[in-house]
């Protein structure tokens, strides 16, 4: 009841945009909850080729707003940026519906399927981060508070927003690994990409209809205003230039001129222009200044998004070799137990500021309860929680060394990776958004996705080193053998366990050298 109250405490905007976030997840997560098992039996790739394709794919998604950021803030308009991107994102699903109904297996289909995945990860590039940012340009301060309490107030409505964000996007993409697995499985994998396509159009018609009501609150404002001097500035050139070829019509031009004060020096909008240039180099430059400065802790982050790279796909194939029957014909797919991600997020996020921060705040004797830092040190000790029973189902898995192991064993896994993206994910969005300067704040909400794209590379490239020291001379036996029998994923995630350990310990070292919030 407590977080239905503060959800409406949003505007209307902000809700709109989380329900548009939210379509968006479901299509994201239509597309990628199964990919792995698309690459594997229709591709035809190994298991470790298609874990590698994916992660490089996820990867490449979560570092183009790291690009696509500092020139949102720089030059361009987060409103028009979205539309743009939602087109670029609607055309690549449009082209992966076309190249799963082709039903080849061709070169040219590898081709057009990496084109297709890679126009996706352009427009989510643009998209994602944009919209995160405009949504929470939506909030406004209230007019009527002092001036001391409207900045609490401010703060407590972005916490909210974030918080609400999250569940929003965790509630599409359930819908997206609990739906779309059964009817790509049971259907076919031509309606499985065209539903996220259709589901698209229908979130970019939402936004357009939002218009009108939209905050375009931007700090581009005063560029605009100074284009629109230099605009003014060159008509009033051309008014000199017909005053010094007609000197009969001189006399109306200066008269014109002095009505319009902005024309009167040409000279003053050069600089304005000139100027403009400069504060954006300067922007450039602080922008650069900023990422220095949070790189150690986006740092540390990095073994959080390897870890994060699991379920979508490592987990299926685990998932794949276990007992999957309910009743006599039906399979469970795998990729459908990601839902248990998001249902735990779904059920349990109310419960942080019902019961959590209250519980907190009495040991703690903190107002706040925990602070952003201590909120993600948390969701990381969770995760190597995740991991470590990940290796020890995955033992008892093979040690049966049969098909008798049930997959629900595998809930408790991704349960614990659900209740730490309560912790760590939104307090990373919470954390790079406030670290960052307000003319930066797409910046700051590409800095959080970049870990998970840097983190999805890390994710591949330890791949490819397991895979080559863990080989024999001829190629196989390697952890990730496509024969569940013989591969020893449970190694692979103790490494993980341990790697992440290892992280939090630096993390909260830094923490306490920076003294972070």
């Known amino acids: 009841m407590a977080g239905h109250k503060r959800f409406r405490a949003l505007n209307k905007p902000c809700v709109l945009l989380i329900a548009i976030a939210g379509i968006e997840r479901f299509v994201f997560k239509g597309v990628g909850s199964n990919l792995v098992i698309y690459l594997t039996d229709v591709m ?96 406004e301060m209230d007019d009527e508070m002092p001036t001391t309490t409207k900045g609490d107030k401010d703060s407590d409505k972005k916490s909210m927003f974030f918080q609400w964000w999250y569940f ?191 519980f907190t705040r009495l040991i703690l004797r903190n107002e706040n309860g925990v602070t952003t830092m201590q909120r993600i040190g948390i969701g990381m000790f969770l995760s190597v929680i995740a991991m470590i029973f990940a290796a020890t189902v995955e033992m008892k898995r093979l040690e049966l060394n049969s098909e008798t192991l049930s997959i629900f064993w595998l809930l408790p896994q991704y349960i614990l990776l659900g209740i730490s993206d309560i912790f760590t994910v939104v307090g990373m969005q919470e954390f790079f958004y406030s670290e960052v300067p307000e003319g930066m704040r797409t910046m700051g909400i590409a800095l959080y996705t970049s870990v998970f794209g840097v983190g999805s590379f890390l994710s591949a490239f330890m791949v490819y080193l397991v895979e080559y020291f863990t080989s024999s001379k001829d190629g196989k036996g390697n952890w990730f053998s496509d024969d569940m029998k013989e591969a020893r994923l449970d190694k692979y995630y103790w490494l993980l366990a341990g790697a992440s350990s290892l992280s939090l310990v630096v993390f909260a070292i830094l923490c306490k050298i920076q003294k972070t919030r």
């Open 168 to 358: 929003g996007v965790c509630s599409g993409a359930l819908l997206g690994v609990s739906i779309m697995p059964n009817i790509q499985d049971s259907v076919g994998w031509g309606l499985g990409f065209a539903m996220p396509a259709m589901a698209m159009v229908v979130s970019m018609i939402m936004f357009s209809c939002g218009s009108p009501f939209y905050s375009y609150s931007h700090v581009h404002s005063n560029d605009e205003k100074c284009w629109e001097r230099v605009i003014q500035a060159v008509k009033c050139s051309v008014a000199k230039f017909v005053r010094c070829k007609s000197d009969e019509k001189s006399s109306l031009v200066e008269l014109e001129l002095e009505d319009k004060p902005f024309c009167s020096k040409v000279e003053n909008e050069t600089e304005c222009l000139a100027d403009q240039k400069s504060n954006r180099s300067n922007n450039l430059l602080n922008i650069a200044k900023v990422v220095i400065k949070l790189l150690p802790i986006w740092t540390t982050l990095l073994m959080f998004a390897v870890i994060f790279q699991q379920p979508a796909t490592f987990f299926i194939k685990q998932g794949l070799s276990m007992k999957r029957n309910i009743g006599d014909s039906y399979k469970i797919p795998p990729a459908t137990l990601q839902s248990a991600i998001t249902i735990s997020i779904i059920l349990l996020m109310p419960f942080y500021d019902t019961i959590f921060i209250p």
């Open 44 to 139: 035809e790739m190994s298991s470790s080729s298609a874990a590698r394709t994916v992660n490089s794919w996820t990867g490449f998604t979560s570092m183009v707003p790291l690009l696509v950021a500092p020139l949102v803030d720089s030059y361009w308009n987060r409103y028009f940026t979205i539309l743009a991107s939602s087109f670029i994102y609607l055309i690549g699903l449009l082209a992966l519906t076309s190249t799963a109904l082709s039903k080849s297996k061709s070169s040219s289909t590898s081709s057009s399927l990496y084109l297709s995945l890679y126009l996706i990860s352009l427009g989510i590039g643009g998209y994602n981060p944009s919209l995160q940012a405009f949504g929470a340009d939506q909030i």
